[in-house]
């Protein structure tokens, strides 16, 4: 599976911003997708996931509420809806696929080349 997320960018705390990683290469609604984030000098940590039919989502506790993710197995794309922004969301974000619903990045076998998310205080 190749993954291209896309829209990261700048904003303010209390803003909102709709990551996409779009995949090809094999069949999308065959796979867990998953987003994970990190921080300069952090690691990798995972922050929400939704299963092959989207029937079920996982979360980080520090963005429930705040972040939704979803799917569209038409279109083959991953969304991940973020609002109410915070200064310690700022990472790069990346997109994942895996065969399990699983929150560890070590069990994601594809990775995004990862978007960039800056929330200014």
């Known amino acids: 599976v190749q993954l291209q997320a896309s829209g990261g960018g700048l904003v303010q705390a209390g803003g909102s911003l709709r990551l996409s990683c779009a995949a090809s290469?094999?069949?999308?609604?065959?796979?867990?997708m998953g987003w994970f984030r990190q921080a300069p000098g952090k690691e990798r940590e995972f922050v929400a996931a939704?299963?092959?039919?989207?029937?079920?989502?996982y979360y980080q506790d520090s963005v429930k509420g705040r972040f939704t993710i979803s799917r569209d197995n038409g279109k083959n794309t991953v969304y991940l809806q973020m609002n109410s922004l915070k200064p310690e969301d700022t990472a790069v974000y990346y997109c994942?696929?895996?065969?399990?619903?699983?929150?560890?990045?070590?069990?994601?076998?594809?990775w995004g080349q990862g978007t960039q998310v800056t929330v200014s205080s």
């Open positions: 994942a696929a895996t065969r399990r619903l699983v929150v560890i990045a070590r069990s994601y076998d594809y």
């Open positions: 290469g094999r069949t999308f609604s065959n796979y867990v």
């Open positions: 939704i299963s092959q039919a989207g029937g079920s989502t």
